[in-house]
């Protein structure tokens, strides 16, 4: 059975860094482009950043682009979000996604067919 899990959420301050990694098992993970979400209380579950299939495209949300990094290891079955200049904003359950569709529907949650449990991100003073 397919399984995705998180790992590397915490509670840190602003303007700090934190790095998620999300580990794949029972799929072909080359086959499938990933993707973080994330969940703040009381919002809908927004794009993050995505990532193609071979890692040689990536795409992010406008009010993370310049802050954070996805990156993928097909060898290793992982996708990492690396994290920098966090912001209260930020402050979210974060969920890694894996989708067979087609590179244009990456940023759209619907597509995804699996979904990890998600990792908690608090970005407090």
């Known amino acids: 059975q397919v399984q995705l899990v998180e790992s590397g959420g915490g509670l840190v301050q602003p303007g700090d860094s934190l790095r998620l990694s999300c580990t794949a098992s029972?799929?072909?993970?080359?086959?499938?482009?990933m993707a973080w979400f994330r969940q703040a209380p009381g919002k809908a579950r927004e794009f993050v950043a995505g990532?193609?299939?071979?890692?040689?495209?990536?795409y992010y949300a406008d009010s993370v682009q310049g802050r954070f990094a996805i990156s993928r290891d097909n060898a290793e079955n992982t996708v990492k979000l690396q994290m920098n200049a966090l912001e209260s904003e930020d402050t979210a359950s974060y969920y890694c996604a894996a989708t067979s569709g087609p590179q244009n529907v990456i940023r759209r949650r619907e597509a995804y067919e699996y979904w990890g449990q998600g990792t908690q991100v608090t970005v407090s003073s």
């Open positions: 990532v193609s299939r071979d890692g040689g495209a990536v």
């Open positions: 029972g799929l072909p993970f080359g086959s499938y482009r």
